[in-house]
Every structure is written in structure tokens, then in C-alpha cells.
């Protein structure tokens, strides 16, 4: 998928809405998504939800996607009602797959890097669905580490979500409908963007092959030269509000780690 695929996925999305569904489109000053994490009845939600939200390419180990990380989506009308039963693949947070340097465009985030052309091996990542469609009160979630059959919000490893480097807004869709984060339920629109945390913060970006979707020396001399240095909060990974030696040795815990090593799938 290049240049116009994210485009297609929309146009083909849309084409696919129920008629029911088609009466109530999502308002984007009453839907939004928020990040959480922990138990479904009393979430963590905000900057502590966030600490929670990293990744490695292989998607890997129990610190991977912490306490169920996700995205609780809340879709709504107009008139404030809840617009329930909305496809799960419907619900979309997007990737172009790669960069513009790769020949990757779209309105999907361009920073991520979730290719085979570059990365042999690696899943074609562009669309990460939600667990679920959504429920009476208009709301489903996306786990980052992958959807478990029957319980929304609960997270289960799925080797098909495997992508590399990092980006501070990635656009999420409902029903073709892009819509704004909050930081907390009780926040304003617009206060959170949609991210995840990756230990694969350096390289991959350009045309050379096999260079993307893993943590190696570039990784952990990037961080490294940022402890004492400017804050990097892409390089915080436990989201307190310093790069130090906890960011750096959780780092070299996942040091070699590909798409598909130590896992092949």
C-alpha cells in the first residue's frame, strides 16, 4: 500500500456503512477517544494511562503494553445520544506505513514505520481496529497489544501489530469521521494525541533496507546522550518526566529485538 491507500480504506469503509448506521453521523465535539489503562471498572486514565502506552517491534514481554493500555473511544450524535453498534472495523486508528521518503503518503501517521517493502518480514500495519463495535453507550476501545474475543479492553499480544518508530498524533476514525483526544474523561477536546512509546526510536525512516522495526546500538546511544540532556519525552518510556538510566536499561532489555525476533510471529 502507498500513496492513496489510506484514502481507499476510508472510501471503502464508508461504502460498507450499514444504511442504519449512515442516519447518525459522529459529532466531533461530542466523540473522542482517552487513553487508560488497568481494570475497565475504575480505569487509569491521563499521564499515568500513557506510561503504559510503549512497545517494542516484536511486541514482547510483560512491560509491552502494560495493564490492558488502550484507547476508550466514545462516539456520539449531535443531539448527545450514543450511536451504538458501529463496526469495530469501522473504528480505525492509521498508519501510511511507512514515510514519504519511502513513498508512504496518506492521512495516516507518516512516521511509523510498519512495512515489508523496507522491512522483509514485517507486517503491513495500516489500520489498527478497535476490540469491538461499539456498546449501548456509544463506546469501544482499541488495545494497543491487540483485541481478546469477547472482552473489549482487554489486551492480548497480536503478532499482526508489529510496527516501528514513533509519532505524537496519529489520527483515529470513526466512520470516516477523524476525531480529537481527551487526556482524561473530563478533559477538553483536543488535550491528548493518539501515541505509543517506541523502543525503536531511531532509524528506518529512509529507503536503505532492513533498517526498520528494530531497537539496536542507535536506539540506546539516543538515549543515552539524552540522559542529562534536553528533555525527550519520546525517549521517557516510563512517563515520568525524565530520560534516565530506568529508560535506558528497560531499553537494553529489548536490545537485538526485530519485527520477528525472538518471536516469529
Same mark, same amino acid.
Given at each position: 500500500m502507498n500513496n492513496s491507500a489510506a484514502r481507499c480504506i476510508l472510501l471503502a469503509l464508508a461504502l460498507l456503512i450499514p444504511q442504519a448506521a449512515r442516519g447518525q453521523v459522529p459529532d466531533v465535539t461530542l466523540s473522542y477517544f482517552v487513553p487508560q489503562s488497568g481494570s475497565l471498572s475504575t480505569p487509569t486514565e491521563g499521564q499515568l494511562a500513557i506510561r503504559n502506552a510503549r512497545t517494542c517491534p516484536n511486541v514482547d514481554r510483560d512491560q509491552i503494553y502494560f495493564q490492558n493500555a488502550r484507547l476508550k473511544i466514545v462516539v456520539q450524535a449531535s443531539d448527545g445520544s450514543p450511536i451504538p453498534g458501529i463496526a469495530a472495523a469501522d473504528i480505525c486508528v492509521m498508519f501510511n506505513?511507512?514515510?514519504?521518503?519511502?513513498?508512504?503518503? /496518506?492521512?495516516?501517521?507518516?512516521?511509523?514505520?510498519?512495512?515489508?517493502?523496507?522491512?522483509?518480514?514485517?507486517?503491513?500495519?495500516?489500520?489498527?481496529?478497535?476490540?469491538?463495535?461499539?456498546?449501548?453507550?456509544?463506546?469501544?476501545?482499541?488495545?494497543?497489544?491487540?483485541?481478546?474475543?469477547?472482552?473489549?479492553?482487554?489486551?492480548?499480544?497480536?503478532?499482526?501489530?508489529?510496527?516501528?518508530?514513533?509519532?505524537?498524533?496519529?489520527?483515529?476514525? &470513526?466512520?470516516?469521521?477523524?476525531?480529537?483526544?481527551?487526556?482524561?474523561?473530563?478533559?477538553?477536546?483536543?488535550?491528548?494525541?493518539?501515541? &505509543?512509546?517506541?523502543?525503536?526510536?531511531? /532509524?528506518?525512516? /529512509?529507503?536503505?533496507?532492513?533498517?526498520?522495526?528494530?531497537?539496536?546500538?542507535?536506539?540506546?546511544?539516543?538515549?543515552?546522550?539524552?540522559?542529562? /540532556?534536553?528533555?525527550?519525552?519520546?525517549?521517557?518510556f516510563d512517563n515520568n518526566g525524565i530520560v534516565n538510566t530506568i529508560d535506558l536499561n528497560f531499553l537494553k532489555g529489548h536490545n537485538n529485538h526485530k519485527c520477528n525476533y525472538p518471536l516469529v510471529n
Open positions: 506505513g511507512g514515510t514519504p521518503a519511502q513513498g508512504f503518503t /496518506g492521512i495516516g501517521a507518516d512516521s511509523i514505520i510498519a512495512n515489508s517493502q523496507f522491512n522483509p518480514g514485517c507486517p503491513d500495519v495500516h489500520c489498527i481496529t478497535a476490540d469491538a463495535p461499539t456498546d449501548s453507550s456509544g463506546a469501544t476501545y482499541i488495545s494497543w497489544r491487540g483485541s481478546t474475543p469477547g472482552q473489549p479492553g482487554i489486551g492480548t499480544r497480536d503478532p499482526s501489530r508489529k510496527f516501528g518508530a514513533w509519532e505524537g498524533d496519529v489520527p483515529l476514525y &470513526v466512520l470516516g469521521v477523524q476525531l480529537q483526544g481527551k487526556l482524561t474523561s473530563a478533559s477538553p477536546l483536543g488535550s491528548y494525541t493518539a501515541h &505509543v512509546k517506541n523502543l525503536d526510536c531511531v /532509524g528506518g525512516r /529512509g529507503t536503505a533496507p532492513n533498517q526498520g522495526e528494530m531497537v539496536n546500538s542507535l536506539d540506546i546511544n539516543a538515549v543515552q546522550a539524552a540522559i542529562g /540532556g534536553p528533555y525527550r519525552y519520546h525517549l521517557d
